[in-house]
């Protein structure tokens, strides 16, 4: 994901921000502890409006462990095309806590550690840690999610920091299993420099269908980065419809 983010705003989906799970179920737990998960498979794996599969197909996974105080810790992964600086896989280490502070409204502390393990070293860092906070509230059918996401500085990130600052909506229409999305994301920073300034806006609306255990989704991605001229690379930013299937536990 080095392509993005010094400072980020914007109104995403919640579940589409990929640094938390994908498709994880919440369940009732029978004791303390409970185990959720899922697997997905999206047409292109978009990170913050941003490509980093190469419009290819990729597969997902993620498992996350809670405890009924709040505390959670989990892993997710996706396939990535080889290269030198990130290897075949994407592997996000997380952990953190999420409570409900009032009626309709939850708050989420935690951060993601995103590896790299076929990272070649003559390739430079790609590992990096990232610090997240959400805020949720729900509004009848309607659930309003706001994130900040901090990363110190570090090698991966040419030894700069980054924010990003997110906004979701997601409208689940009542007496259906369909749920509505839009969103509206910024992106400024050394993560960021997928652009020449190093910020960038990216939206999105979509909408997901759920099944039992199933759900799918379609979403239409766009960013406003300028082209570079160059097929290969604006191939990355340009606008897109991914599907996602996924089945959760």
């Given at each position: 994901?080095k392509?993005?983010?010094k ?11 990929l ?11 029978s ?23 190469n ?5 997902q ?8 105080s ?20 994407e ?9 409900e502070?009032a009626?309709?409204t939850?708050?989420?502390i ?6 790299y393990?076929g ?23 309607v ?10 500085d570090?090698k991966?990130?040419?030894?700069d ?12 229409i009542?007496?259906?299993p369909?749920?509505?999305t ?24 979509g909408?997901?269908?759920a ?6 989704s379609v ?16 191939t ?8 996602t299937l996924g089945?959760?536990?």
């Amino acid at each position: 994901m080095k392509f993005l983010t010094k400072a980020c705003f914007g109104m995403l989906l919640a579940a589409s921000t990929l640094s938390t799970p994908a498709f994880a179920q919440e369940e009732e737990a029978s004791g303390p502890v409970s185990l959720s998960g899922g697997v997905s498979v999206v047409s292109d794996y978009r990170f913050r409006g941003i490509s980093l599969s190469n419009e290819k197909v990729a597969l997902q996974s993620t498992l996350t462990v809670s405890h009924e105080s709040g505390l959670y810790a989990g892993v997710w992964g996706s396939t990535l095309p080889d290269s030198p600086l990130y290897g075949k896989y994407e592997l996000d280490l997380y952990a953190g806590f999420a409570t409900e502070i009032a009626p309709g409204t939850s708050v989420d502390i935690g951060a993601t550690y995103y590896v790299y393990p076929g990272n070649q070293d003559f390739a430079g860092p790609s590992d990096y840690v990232e610090i997240i906070g959400k805020l949720s509230h729900d509004i009848g059918p309607v659930s309003v999610t706001g994130m900040v996401a901090y990363a110190p500085d570090q090698k991966s990130l040419g030894s700069d920091d980054n924010i990003y600052l997110n906004l979701g909506l997601g409208y689940g229409i009542p007496d259906t299993p369909v749920t509505l999305t839009a969103g509206l994301g910024y992106t400024d920073g050394s993560l960021g420099a997928a652009s020449a300034d190093g910020n960038y806006l990216d939206w999105s609306v979509g909408a997901s269908f759920a099944a039992g255990p199933a759900t799918l989704s379609v979403q239409y991605i766009d960013t406003d980065i300028k082209k570079t001229g160059i097929g290969a690379v604006d191939t990355l930013y340009d606008p897109t419809v991914v599907f996602t299937l996924g089945v959760s536990f």
